[in-house]
């Protein structure tokens, strides 16, 4: 099992190397975003502007990064992938590569944000952590959306209707919980109840995928 796994993800790595239009692409997007809100903005932003605007970028980071790895694969592709690996093999293979993506992406676009736009964050390390969690939590659940869409014609469109509703609390949640590393008081125990609850998300979004997937992959 973990055999086909790791040769699964391989696929994908070498994958994003050869075709490297998309993962440019995207570096461009996030380069470009941080860029203009810099030249849009005389004055520094404030904590509150700044971590608003980094966690939305952070979606449609997601959303250009993650939320395409189904819809790059053939239908001939797909066959062959079906005889070779169990569908919770591939299903795990995509989380994994798709996490990582996002852990590379996020950290690139905090990176950028702390070059352009300055560095308003107390705890730096905390954030960065709160970061990789975040990423982590958003690729999970545009990979799951993905795999199910890609069944769909209009699948593009599909990712984008039934990804926004479900994104947007745990998007709230993350905007909230990492305003801790801004040195905002919260009430106590308030920052492990968020914490529990994003990792409680995290874990039902991978037991989903993997119960789920195996009924996808019949069709």
């Known amino acids: 099992m973990f055999k086909r796994i790791y040769a699964l993800l391989k696929k994908d790595v070498l994958l994003e190397f050869r075709q490297q239009h ?18 849009s903005m005389p004055d520094k932003p404030d904590g509150t502007v700044w971590n608003s605007l980094f966690w939305i970028i952070q979606l449609f980071i997601c959303v250009n990064a993650v939320a395409k790895s189904f819809l790059q694969e ?8 079906y005889s070779i690996a169990s569908p919770v093999e591939f299903i795990i293979s995509k989380i994994i590569y798709n996490v990582l993506l996002m852990i590379l992406m996020s950290g690139i676009s905090l990176a950028l944000f702390f070059f352009f736009l300055t560095n308003p964050v107390n705890n730096t390390l905390q954030f ?4 990789m969690v975040g990423g982590i939590s958003i690729s999970l659940v545009f990979t799951l ?10 699948n593009a469109a599909l990712i984008a209707i039934m990804g926004f509703p479900i994104i947007l609390p745990q998007l709230l ?30 874990v039902l979004v991978i037991a989903m995928a993997v119960v789920l997937f195996p009924y996808l992959w019949k069709d």
């Not at 053939?74 to 992938?81: A, D, I, N, T």
């Not at 960065?128 to 970061?131: A, D, L, Q, R």
């Open 22 to 39: 998309t993962f440019y692409g995207v570096i461009l997007y996030i380069a470009s975003t941080v860029f203009v809100i810099y030249l």
């Open 74 to 81: 053939s239908k001939g592709r797909m066959l062959y992938f």
């Open 128 to 131: 960065t952590g709160i970061v």
């Open 145 to 154: 959306m993905s795999a199910i869409a890609a069944k769909a014609q209009q």
């Open 173 to 202: 949640m993350l905007m909230k919980l990492s305003k801790v590393a801004f040195a905002e008081v919260f009430r106590e125990g308030a920052v492990l109840q968020l914490t529990g609850l994003i990792i409680g998300l995290d």
